[in-house]
C-alpha cells in the first residue's frame, strides 16, 4: 500500500507557558528553548525525504516550520485552519483572571468542551469541522509522500483521536507537549495507523533530564 506520512509536530515552548494562560488564537511567541526543541526536530526529520512543511499561521507554530523547513530545503506553508481552538473571552488569561472577569463562568469545565464553549469561543466539535478537512486537503496533495504539520496541542489531540477511531470525550488522555512529534500513516484504503505519539528527540531528551 502507498501510504501518505504525516509528521505531526507540537510548536515549541511558548512565552509565559509557567503562567498557564489560554493562548488559544493569541500570537504569542516562543522561547529560546521552543526554538531550541523545533532546532532538534530539524535534526531529527533531516533526511527523511518529506515533500512539503505546513503549520499554523501563529507565530509559535509558524516559526517551528520554517526552521523545519529551512532544514529540509523547502518553503513552509501556512494554514490558518490549522490554528488553535479559540477561547473566546478567555484568551490570553489565565483561569484565576478569566473568573474573576467572568464571575459567570467559575462553573465552565473543559471536561465538557466537546460541545461546551467560551463565550466567543469554539467548541471541540467545532474545532474538528475545521481542522479535519483542512487535513484531508493535505493528505490529497500529497498522496503517497511525506509531509510535515506544525501546529498545536489541541489541533493535535483531535487529528490524533480521528487517527486512532476516538470520540472528543477523549482529548484530554491524549498528551502533547511542547515540540512533541507524532507519526501517523494515512492509507488510500482508509487505514489510519499512528506510529508514534508524543514522542521524538525532545521528549528523550525530557526524559534523560527527569531519570
Given at each position: 500500500m502507498n501510504e501518505?506520512?504525516?509528521y505531526l509536530v507540537r510548536h515549541g515552548q511558548v512565552v509565559g507557558h509557567d503562567e498557564f494562560r489560554y493562548n488559544g488564537h493569541s500570537d504569542v511567541d516562543i522561547t529560546e528553548l521552543g526554538?531550541?526543541?523545533?532546532?532538534?526536530?530539524?535534526?531529527?526529520?533531516?533526511?527523511?525525504?518529506?515533500?512539503?512543511?505546513?503549520?499554523?499561521?501563529l507565530q509559535r507554530a509558524w516559526k517551528g516550520a520554517v526552521i523545519i523547513a529551512e532544514r529540509l530545503g523547502l518553503e513552509p506553508i501556512t494554514v490558518p485552519a490549522l490554528r488553535e481552538l479559540h477561547l473566546g473571552r478567555w484568551e490570553g488569561?489565565?483561569?484565576?483572571?478569566?473568573?474573576?472577569?467572568?464571575?459567570?463562568?467559575?462553573?465552565?469545565?473543559?471536561?465538557?468542551?466537546?460541545?461546551?464553549?467560551?463565550?466567543?469561543?469554539?467548541?471541540?466539535?467545532?474545532?474538528?469541522?475545521?481542522?479535519?478537512?483542512?487535513?484531508e486537503r493535505i493528505i490529497d496533495r500529497h498522496s503517497g509522500e511525506h509531509v510535515c504539520i506544525?501546529?498545536?496541542?489541541?489541533?493535535?489531540?483531535?487529528?490524533?483521536a480521528d487517527a486512532m477511531g476516538l470520540g472528543l470525550e477523549n482529548f484530554f488522555r491524549i498528551e502533547q507537549d511542547y515540540g512533541g512529534l507524532n507519526i501517523i500513516d494515512y492509507f488510500q484504503d482508509g487505514l489510519r495507523v499512528v506510529k508514534m505519539l508524543n514522542g521524538g528527540p525532545n521528549q528523550e531528551m525530557e526524559r534523560t533530564i527527569i531519570y
Open positions: 501518505t506520512r504525516i526554538r531550541m526543541q523545533m532546532e532538534r526536530l530539524a535534526d531529527f526529520l533531516e533526511g527523511r525525504e518529506i515533500r512539503a512543511v505546513y503549520s499554523s499561521d488569561l489565565t483561569r484565576d483572571e478569566a473568573i474573576e472577569k467572568y464571575p459567570e463562568d467559575a462553573g465552565f469545565s473543559f471536561q465538557d468542551i466537546a460541545n461546551a464553549r467560551i463565550k466567543g469561543g469554539e467548541s471541540l466539535t467545532e474545532l474538528r469541522k475545521r481542522v479535519l478537512p483542512a487535513l506544525v501546529a498545536h496541542g489541541g489541533v493535535n489531540r483531535v487529528i490524533l
